[in-house]
T-cell receptor
Framework: NAGVTQTPKFRVLKTGQSMTLLCAQD?????MYWYRQDPGMGLRLIHY???????AKGEVPDGYNVSRLKKQNFLLGLESAAPSQTSVYFC???????????????FGPGTRLTVL | GDSVTQMEGPVTLSEEAFLTINCTYT??????LFWYVQYPGEGLQLLLK?????DKGSNKGFEATYRKETTSFHLEKGSVQVSDSAVYFC???????????FGTGTRLQVFP
């Protein structure tokens, strides 16, 4: 099993450009999440999904959109990138409480995004 | 609100030293507690977990005990190795949600 994979690994954008980050998981998890990691701030939840076709806002959703068209994929979009969105982005997935989970999440390797 | 507080780093130790990284939490209800580890350039990996009071999670020589009376979940290891150098995150998950709330992370540096 590959677990949680993310593409791309690195990306440099200019202000105003758009891009999509792809997350894929092969563990049949119901729940998926997008976080950003910034120095000294830990991980902050951007958006999450509790099942195919559903999405919800997290702690810092502004400037991002997401879609979960297939259970195994969760896409994060930046419509008009800003320097404040320079960060490392992590995707995670979990079974969800209804499947016996205690809340543990499984993380991908991250995407390092720089917006100039 | 619900939160996790970790000791600030970096924690610098010599190989074979004893490690403690403090973690305390504030939560309504009874959360599950986790320690995640992030090695340089990688994502977070679940290190250990505890789901109820007095549970002890353990893995790779690391241990942490869920202390409800002190709302703490301190991470310990008896003898650290250079390969343990990483950032350690304490986190909690509330029963009625699948969101994780993270501390800010503690960087551990182990020197030979």
């Amino acid at each position: 099993n590959a677990g949680v994979t993310q593409t791309p690994k690195f990306r440099v954008l200019k202000t105003g450009q758009s891009m999509t980050l792809l997350c894929a998981q092969d563990m049949n998890h119901e729940y998926m999440y997008w976080y950003r990691q910034d120095p000294g701030m830990g991980l902050r939840l951007i958006h999450y999904s509790v099942g195919e076709g559903t999405t919800a806002k997290g702690e810092v959703p502004d400037g991002y959109n997401v879609s979960r068209l297939k259970k195994q994929n969760f896409l994060l979009g930046l419509e008009s990138a800003a320097p404040s969105q320079t960060s490392v982005y992590f995707c995670a997935s979990s079974y969800g409480r209804g499947q016996g989970s205690h809340g543990e999440q499984f993380f991908g390797p991250g995407t390092r995004l720089t917006v100039l | 609100g619900d939160s996790v507080t970790q000791m600030e780093g970096p924690v610098t130790l010599s190989e074979e030293a004893f490690l403690t990284i403090n973690c305390t939490y504030t939560a309504t209800g009874y959360p599950s507690l986790f320690w995640y580890v992030q090695y340089p350039g990688e994502g977070l990996q679940l290190l250990l977990k505890a789901t109820k009071a007095d549970d002890k999670g353990s893995n790779k020589g690391f241990e942490a005990t869920y202390r409800k009376e002190t709302t703490s979940f301190h991470l310990e290891k008896g003898s650290v190795q250079v390969s343990d150098s990483a950032v350690y995150f304490c986190a909690l998950s509330l029963y009625n949600t699948d969101k994780l709330i993270f501390g800010t992370g503690t960087r551990l540096q182990v020197f030979p």
